[in-house]
């Protein structure tokens, strides 16, 4: 199986800006993925690949995959995020600022030590969401 040309798979270098993505794009990866877990509890890379078709034209694979991963693990550990997902489901809210909080690339594979993203901005952005919400 021929890897696809055209959705641009590079994972960056440790310690550069992973740019920003599209919240939809973000959005379709997480609605996808929660599915593909009713079907099989355990997608893995193929299900990465496959997503490619879902993101819009020009979107990066790879930039949307680390900033839904590092969503995933911060939903897993930072219980203070636990109120943005009502009945188990990821607000908008928190896929909103998960597209565009600042993030640095680390090592594939590699024990992080401090989250890849910017704490206090994620904070600062959840709160803009919410002040503009209410």
Known sequence: MKFPDNIGYSWGTPGEAVP???PNDLKRVVDTYEYAK???P???TPFMIGIASLLSPGANVMNVFFR???MGIAMRHLSELE???PDGNLSERLINAFAVVPMKWHGFG???KEWPFDVQKLEQLLNEESDAEG
């Open 20 to 22: 920003p993505i599209d």
């Open 38 to 40: 009713t079907i099989n």
């Open 42 to 44: 355990k997608p893995n």
């Open 68 to 70: 839904s991963t590092s």
């Open 83 to 85: 109120h943005l997902c």
């Open 110 to 112: 590699e024990q992080l």
